[in-house]
């Protein structure tokens, strides 16, 4: 009975007010994008980010902007950022961090281009075999890079 009274009062509440009470009760996330992105040589693109903790080599992506979906966020990253063009786009892999509290949506690509910096947060890109990736790649993003290619 209780839940049913309960339910009818959130029924009679303005949308705003219930979306207000459920951004303040629920957990907030970042939300990010990246991609594993294959050359037709097999070769994956790790961007070297001047603002990256240890050697800055990484995978490319970013944070979402307000309203953006991931694949729509990824490909501005990437404009912005090296100026390169992906196709064959699938979902790949997700995952929860909770130190950060981030939420990661990660794709795989393959380039149209080579890309080249073009934001003062790029150092470099780079192209790597898999079995020769640079040193101080987090072991995470090894590990899915690994993933990508069993796919």
């Known amino acids: 009975m ?7 009062f959130w029924q009679t ?3 705003r007010i ?10 907030r996330f970042t939300a990010t994008t990246g991609a594993i992105i294959f050359n037709d040589a097999g ?3 790790l961007l070297k980010h001047f603002f990256r903790a240890g050697s800055g080599w990484g995978l490319p992506g970013g944070f979402l902007k307000a309203g953006e ?3 729509e966020a990824l490909r501005r990253e990437l404009n912005e950022e090296i100026g390169l063009e992906i196709r064959d786009v699938e979902i790949f892999w997700a995952r929860s961090f909770t130190r950060p ?4 949506v990660l794709y795989r690509a393959k380039a ?6 073009r ?3 790029v150092e470099r890109t780079g192209w790597f075999s898999t079995d020769q990736l640079p040193t101080g790649l987090p072991q995470d993003q090894k590990l899915l890079i690994e993933r990508a290619v069993e796919k």
């Open 2 to 8: 209780f839940k049913r009274l309960l339910s009818q």
């Open 13 to 15: 509440l303005p949308a």
């Open 101 to 104: 509290r981030q939420i990661e």
């Open 119 to 121: 934001s003062i947060e």
């Open 43 to 45: 070769e994956v693109l």
């Open 112 to 117: 149209v281009g080579r890309g080249e910096p």
């Open 18 to 27: 219930r979306r207000w009470f459920i951004r303040t009760t629920n957990t």
């Open 69 to 71: 979906q991931p694949l």
